[in-house]
T-cell receptor, first 115, second 108 residues
Framework: GAGVSQSPSNKVTEKGKDVELRCDPI?????LYWYRQSLGQGLEFLIY????????KSGLPSDRFSAERTGGSVSTLTIQRTQQEDSAVYLC?????????????FGPGTRLTVL | AQRVTQPEKLLSVFKGAPVELKCNYS??????LFWYVQYSRQRLQLLLR??SRESIKGFTADLNKGETSFHLKKPFAQEEDSAMYYC??????????FGTGTRLKVLA
């Protein structure tokens, strides 16, 4: 079956603009994660969804970042008033239940460049 | 604090040489540990997990609770092993903590 997909694959925007990043998880996966991958920083956890609920938003770096998930499927990560330090690759992953031993399946990422 | 440390940003070895990618973790409970790999122009994917005690593509990793380590090893490196490797800790349901990654370069 299809894996996790993300769109767009690349996004170039100007400082101050809003952007929306989309993630389509594997069908049937209840858990969905967003990470940010910056040069030399590894993977930074942003937010987790179980179904449509986000029990852990602790990783969102500021109130400019928000995310939602609808229908237990597609998720959108929104960054308002983008700043240059937001430039990174944003990765989405899904797993079957969110359990500790679950495998996370990653999407190809969205490379965001803020000019 | 829960943390994963990968001390090497870059590791270069010659083809056929042994490889050890270091991973140390900080966690007071019983850890679930993983290695993920990202080959060039491919997405991040699971390589192995400690609970399975498996060998994947010749790689193994042993959990050493005394040293709080989960180093990834392979006796004979191959050029196709060149990739970015991330160690990850799952301290609880849904939570993953990744290290900063080690880039492995296997030289011909």
């Amino acid at each position: 079956g299809a894996g996790v997909s993300q769109s767009p694959s690349n996004k170039v925007t100007e400082k101050g603009k809003d952007v929306e990043l989309r993630c389509d998880p594997i069908s049937g996966h209840t858990a969905l994660y967003w990470y940010r991958q910056s040069l030399g920083q590894g993977l930074e956890f942003l937010i987790y969804f179980q179904g449509n609920s986000a029990p852990d938003k602790s990783g969102l770096p500021s109130d400019r970042f928000s995310a939602e998930r609808t229908g237990g499927s597609v998720s959108t990560l929104t960054i308002q008033r983008t700043q240059q330090e937001d430039s990174a690759v944003y990765l989405c992953a899904s797993s079957l239940t969110g359990g500790r031993t679950d495998t996370q399946y990653f999407g190809p990422g969205t490379r965001l460049t803020v000019l | 604090a829960q943390r994963v440390t990968q001390p090497e940003k870059l590791l270069s070895v010659f083809k056929g040489a042994p490889v050890e990618l270091k991973c140390n973790y900080s966690y007071s409970g019983s850890p679930e540990l993983f290695w993920y790999v990202q080959y060039s122009r491919q997405r991040l994917q699971l390589l192995l997990r400690h609970i399975s005690r498996e060998s994947i593509k010749g790689f193994t990793a042993d959990l050493n609770k005394g040293e709080t380590s989960f180093h990834l090893k392979k006796p004979f490196a191959q050029e196709e092993d060149s990739a970015m490797y991330y160690c990850a800790l799952s301290p609880g349901t849904y939570k993953y903590i990744f290290g900063t990654g080690t880039r492995l370069k296997v030289l011909a």
